[in-house]
Nanobody, 120 residues
């Protein structure tokens, strides 16, 4: 089972950028599709973006398309989420996880997440 640790969150102004990292332990990281999810206060956790095991295929929620970029470095067992043109509605706790073959549904244990706060 892959264990995950998210980092890189913080406070940003609207229009700013942040880059999140997801460090994974376990050799199976390199063979799993991975995704980012987020949960805003009072809302359910939602899909943000996902990437195939090779990095060759990516998917994005409509709300972040064109602003966020997902990537991975299998040699370092790490996945990233570059977030540009941030909006206050991007404020949430961000989590990474492995995803099923549909690339949007998570499986596996959740990490502690990393808080992203965007001020207007």
């Amino acid at each position: 089972q892959v264990q995950l640790v998210e980092s890189g969150g913080g406070l940003a102004q609207a229009g700013g950028s942040l880059k999140l990292s997801c460090a994974a332990s376990g050799r199976t990281f390199r063979t799993n599709a991975m995704g980012w999810f987020r949960q805003a206060p009072g809302k359910e956790r939602e899909f943000v973006a996902s990437i195939s095991w090779s990095g060759g295929t990516t998917y994005y929620a409509d709300s972040v398309k064109g602003r966020f970029t997902i990537s991975r470095d299998n040699a370092k067992n790490t996945m990233f989420l570059q977030m540009n043109s941030l909006k206050p509605e991007d404020t949430a706790v961000y989590y990474c996880n492995t995803v099923w073959s549909d690339f949007t549904k998570p499986f596996g244990s959740w990490g502690q997440g990393t808080q992203v706060t965007v001020s207007s």
